[in-house]
């Protein structure tokens, strides 16, 4: 388990990452809302009708009549909004303020956001290929974020993070040991079917997304690994 901390990376193109904070700002608006929503149940509704149920996108399943939801193939974005709880949402949003500002910086704003929701959709295609008959919601932005810590990985694998291992032994380590590890640890996790309840095949299809977008969406200007790329 690795919590990052502080990276230290200026930002070399913009000031304020305006687009990392209103998606923040906007999870932790959707997690107030589920928290205080009246009743269990009602909060229960709202993760069914807007989280990603593989399922109900394939339609083998349907929803209850009279549940408010969103089409089907419109909850491959809207489930990264939503999360199961504070931790699951702390855990994703420290990840988002920790890298998500830098990716901004290389991609720019517009460019970031749509990033964003394309590598959330990406792992929540993979998700549901893996699982098209589970009848259980995927909602959380780890598929979006792991898209943002590839692209980061990519712009900065020699940048040293500050953060905790196993929950409390602190390191400051290069980005490509520490993402690295993070990595390696979703595809073990993956392929041993571990946790059902955590999404980690959504984790490796953001991944997978954010690593084959970003040449396109960072700016012509900005290297990766070192090396100038095609952009648009």
Known sequence: MFVPLHDGVPLRFMRTPYVTYGLIGVCIAAQLVLRFWPGEEGALAIMAGFGMIPSVLFGT????EGLAHLPAWLTLFSNVLLHANIAHLVGNMLFLWVFGDNVEDAMGHAR???????CGFGGSVIHAGMYPDSEQPLIGASGAISGVIASYLMLYPQ??????AFNWIPIHIPAMYALGGWILVQAGQAWLGADGNIGWWAHLGGLATGAAL????VRRSVALFGRRHASW
């Open 61 to 64: 399943a349907q929803l209850p």
């Open 112 to 118: 970031f956001l749509i990033f964003f929701f394309l």
């Open 159 to 164: 940048v040293r993070i500050w953060g905790v």
């Open 214 to 217: 970003t040449p396109l969406f």
